[in-house]
């Protein structure tokens, strides 16, 4: 079955930039769509069809997908940006939705 | 603006079945373009999808837990429903209703993003 990987972690400094990658097997050709997730909190999109941004999104949010790699970039960090990340895709191969393993940003 | 809101029993003993039930207020469930999905999250894990269903009752399910899952809907009292047999401590997550969109033809489905969720509601599997 398809496979999403993130990494664990990503830690960074306030007003510094982000980059949470999604890796997958030819995942440039898929759409990926992106959650934030507080703790005790329900997932939030936040990015889909790779990078567009629902209403209500800062543009810091942004996204980008080719080859074999998504990413979450997020520009100018805030306190408010600390949160669980996973991306998601639906494999059309197997008919299902994939998640990926997630990220936990922290910011320092 | 949409609203999910998931209910049914904390907690569900092992080798019975968990059914939760979310309500849709806001929109309607009948809405061509959507479709109505289950996500679960274990204690501190990750996200899986366990299916999903559109409002004329055809539904579709994660295969790692088809043989499991049972999803329906009332479109009358605006609601759809989950029911997982055979629970097992593994089953224990806090369980998500959401929206998406997507098409499905007659040999496969194209979802989209899940853009509404449910606040969710933990479900304990103990005895």
């Known amino acids: 079955s398809y496979v999403l990987t993130q990494p664990p972690s990503v830690s960074v400094a306030p007003g510094e930039t982000a980059r949470v990658t999604c890796g997958g097997n030819?995942?440039?050709?898929?759409?990926v769509h992106w959650y934030q997730q507080k703790p005790g909190q329900a997932p939030v999109l936040v990015i889909y069809?790779?990078?567009d941004r629902p209403s209500g999104i800062p543009e810091r949010f942004s996204g980008s997908n080719s080859g074999n790699t998504a990413t979450l970039t997020i520009t100018r960090v805030e306190a408010g940006d600390e949160a669980d990340y996973f991306c998601?895709?639906?494999?059309?191969?197997?008919?299902?939705?994939?998640f990926g393993t997630g990220t936990k940003v922290t910011v320092l | 603006q949409m609203q999910l809101q998931e209910s049914g029993p904390g907690l569900v003993k092992p080798s019975e079945t968990l059914s939760l039930t979310c309500s849709v207020s806001g929109g309607s469930i009948s809405s061509p373009s959507n479709y109505w999905g289950w996500i679960r999250q274990p204690p501190g894990k990750g996200l899986e999808w366990i299916g999903s269903?559109?409002?004329?009752?055809?539904?579709y399910w994660n295969p790692s837990l088809k043989s499991r899952v049972t999803i329906s809907v009332d479109t009358s009292k605006s609601q759809f429903s989950l029911r997982l047999s055979s629970v097992t401590a593994a089953d224990t997550a806090v369980y998500y209703c959401?929206?998406?969109?997507?098409?499905?033809?007659?040999?496969?489905?194209?979802?989209?993003?899940?853009?509404?969720w449910g606040q969710g509601t933990l479900v304990t599997v103990s005895s």
């Open positions: 030819n995942i440039g050709s898929k759409s």
């Open positions: 998601q895709v639906w494999d059309i191969s197997s008919d299902h939705y994939v």
């Open positions: 069809y790779d990078r």
């Open positions: 269903i559109y409002y004329s009752g055809s539904s």
């Open positions: 959401a929206r998406h969109g997507g098409y499905c033809s007659t040999t496969s489905c194209s979802f989209t993003e899940f853009d509404y």
